[in-house]
């Protein structure tokens, strides 16, 4: 099994992976309880990990987004009194 600082380095794809792997065992109850404790743990940092990448590609598409392709367009008020 990988260390925590190995997680940094995991694709989305391999940290889901692994961590679907991890459900997997817990599920299957056939862990000791010190196993099951380093599976856990290991698991939360892999879905730390997960939400971190989903997290930056959000960003990425809000940064990459025009505002102008949202439909949003100004209400003017043309009714004003020149007065």
Known sequence: METTNDI???TYEEARDE???IVAK???GSATLDESLGLWE???SLAARCQ?????ARERIVAAHDP??????AV???DKDDA
């Open 8 to 10: 940094t380095s995991l």
């Open 19 to 21: 961590l679907i792997a």
């Open 26 to 28: 817990l599920e299957a």
């Open 42 to 44: 290991r698991g939360e």
């Open 52 to 56: 971190e990448i989903l997290d930056g």
């Open 68 to 73: 102008a392709d949202a439909g949003i367009v």
């Open 76 to 78: 003017v008020d043309t």
